[in-house]
């Protein structure tokens, strides 16, 4: 699978999953809708941490070429930017999404 | 009757003049295997809150100075007294041999902060945004590695200089931006506060942390059976 | 970036201890008195802290 292709695919399922939860959430701080969106945008988060790492070391591993590195920065700091526009839709600090990993953190 | 777990503890009970959680009734529940469950009765309906967490911590405290007990991960819940009771049993062996592991035994926790935050300035190559993203994140990276060496390498110092077995020891490194190192010492309760002023001195001879010492806590980081 | 004092991470280390730690009885135990709850009670309670802290720090440095 490369790498392209594994941005494609957590591209895709960042979208279905926006497609999939509903315009509007009742934000209830206390609510499980709020409760699951965190966990899940926090599993999302991680995925796409761990994917900028693996970019990065390809980067570094001279792999890619200018226009891929160029490329690949640009998908990923869309995703980011993705992730973060989820977060405050449900409520959410960007920052909030990255407590609690333990040792899952040690992969990022 | 619903329970609220704290504590596992060898049969009899010591005699504790405390009550449970909110003022309901602190219960004993004795299993077939010698062994008891600590809990507080409780109703299904009511929903456990933050300070339930920390009144847990200071029964658990009570009951730890009172007879060896294996902490309760909080939250933990029988629907009925034969439940907990069926619990213990299926692994009586195990919270034995756990119990004895704590036994007269108590937690330090020491916690080292970075002095320094992490590092935000790093000068980028005149590039497009992608490429500039990527080396951004490049040095986040290189920074991370190095700041998880350097911990890993306190806490390799600070078990040889306090002479302790590794299974006595738990950590982690850089369980978050703040938090080099979070460890876990289990010590003799009569020597904790001895060893407690030890790893305090030893932590504070590392020019680029600050050392947060915690304890004598219950051994909940040694209390797990598998 | 945000930073811990002493107080905030020693609240947070036994927050760690009793939310992460101690034995795990979760196979036999129906966790059902707070359910599915308990789940988010662990993050909520965790995230309280932290989001407490923060506020704290916030007061401090204005």
Redesign the interface.
């Known amino acids: 699978m490369t790498l392209d292709s594994e941005l494609d695919d957590l591209r895709r399922e960042v979208e279905r999953l926006r497609g999939i939860l509903p315009e509007r959430v009742d934000v209830d701080p206390d609510g499980v809708e709020h409760g699951l969106a965190k966990l899940v945008l926090t599993l999302v988060e991680f995925l796409r941490q761990l994917l900028e790492r693996q970019a990065v070391r390809r980067m570094e591993g001279g792999a890619l070429s200018d226009q891929e590195v160029e490329r690949m920065g640009l998908a990923l700091m869309r995703l980011e930017q993705k992730v973060h526009e989820m977060a405050l839709a449900f409520g959410l600090d960007p920052s909030e999404l990255n407590v609690g990993l333990g040792p899952l953190g040690r992969l990022i | 009757m619903t329970l609220l777990a704290h504590a596992i503890a060898a049969a009899p009970p010591a005699s504790l003049s405390a009550g449970g959680l909110r003022g309901r009734p602190l219960a004993w529940s004795e299993a077939a295997a010698g062994l008891g469950l600590w809990s507080t009765e409780w109703t299904p309906d009511m929903k456990l809150e933050r300070p339930d967490a920390l009144e847990h911590h200071r029964l658990v405290e009570r009951i730890c100075a009172a007879q060896p007990c294996l902490p309760v991960r909080f939250g933990t819940a029988f629907p009925s007294v034969d439940a907990a009771r069926a619990s213990l049993d299926k692994r009586a062996e195990a919270l034995r041999a756990a119990l004895a592991r704590v036994a007269g035994k108590s937690e330090i926790a020491l916690t080292l902060l970075w002095r320094e935050p992490p590092a935000r300035e790093v000068t980028l190559p005149a590039a497009g945004p992608g490429r500039r993203y990527m080396e951004a994140r490049r040095a986040e990276f290189t920074f991370r590695e190095a700041r998880r060496a350097r911990a890993e390498s306190l806490v390799e110092r600070l078990t040889a200089e306090l002479a302790i077995e590794r299974p006595l020891v738990w950590h982690e490194t850089c369980t978050s931006a703040s938090v080099a190192v979070s460890l876990a010492v289990l010590v003799p309760t009569e020597r904790a506060h001895e060893r407690k002023a030890e790893l305090t001195r030893i932590a504070a001879s590392f020019g680029d942390v600050v050392a947060v010492v915690n304890g004598p806590w219950p051994p909940y980081t040694f209390a797990g059976v598998e | 970036?945000?930073?811990?004092t002493?107080d905030d991470?020693?609240l947070?280390?036994?927050?760690?201890?009793?939310?992460?730690?101690?034995?795990?009885?979760?196979g036999?135990?129906?966790?059902?008195?707070?359910g599915?709850?308990?789940?988010?009670?662990?993050?909520?309670?965790?995230?309280?802290?932290?989001e407490t802290l923060e506020k704290a720090q916030e007061r401090r440095a204005s």
């Not at chain 3, 036999?28 to 707070?34: D, H, M, N, R």
Request: aromatic share 2%; net charge negative.
């Open positions: 970036m945000k930073e811990l002493a991470a020693s947070l280390e036994l927050v760690d201890r009793l939310l992460n730690k101690g034995v795990v009885l979760a036999e135990a129906t966790i059902s008195v707070a599915i709850d308990l789940i988010y009670l662990g993050l909520n309670v965790m995230l309280t802290a932290v």
